[in-house]
């Protein structure tokens, strides 16, 4: 949707009526800054708003947004009559005006979504709704689910990760930044065999003693590994370890 486009018409039809930008904030109950930004392309007006501009300023919501599919989006939402299976593209471009609860109810109904639309309407869903989706997902991607990581919390992410079989180990990589310490030491030790470039590449994303706890569980991370972690540790954690593979040698 052309914010931009919207603003001017939005601007053209107050200048038609001799209003300034305070008048058609009163007459709308929002800010005259609010106003001020919908014309200048910046934001668009609530969905709500919308019956109130075209009365206010005698010009239908079909010219306003001049997008047929979203205007019957717009129209069913405000009588409450959403349609079973709404236009994907005009969902994805009304998002930023409707309202979380309005986005839930469409997109359950969307049955057929992709995983590329629910990437773009992550920043609309909660955390705890774009999981229940995922979960409800057969086969989702490990890139899917990375770029869904920065939309969600943690523990949200977590249970993803322990779900979906065919997520990869790799994917530890890509979501680390956006986890608790605690929790991805729970997917890693989930892992069967970690790789220990991957281990090495979310060290820093972890505490001392969750580290420890996955070399220790991991029998396969070598001394090199330990080395290269060691900076992210603390000293009594470290000589855990190592007194841990000392013992193991002298077995």
Known sequence: MNMQAIGRK?????????????DLADKLGVTYQAVSSWERGHSMPDIAKLPDISQVLAVSIDELLDNAAAVTLVKNVLTGQEPQAPDMEALVELAPILKPSQIET?????????????VEMACHLDSEKIKEIV?????????TIAELACHMD???LKEIALHCKNIDNAILVEIACHMDSEDLKEIALHCK??????????????DSEDLKDIILHCKNIDSKTIAEIACHMDEDDLADIIMDAMRNRRN
Do not use: P, W
């Not at 979960?135 to 890139?143: D, F, V």
């Open 154 to 156: 943690s523990e949200d």
């Open 106 to 118: 469409l997109t359950n109904k969307n049955t057929i979504a992709s995983e590329e639309f629910l």
């Open 193 to 206: 065999n970690i790789d220990n470039a991957i281990l090495v590449e979310i060290a820093c994303h972890m």
């Open 135 to 143: 979960l409800n997902c057969e086969n989702i991607s490990s890139n």
């Open 10 to 22: 939005i601007s053209a039809k107050r200048k038609e009526r001799d209003m300034t930008q305070v």
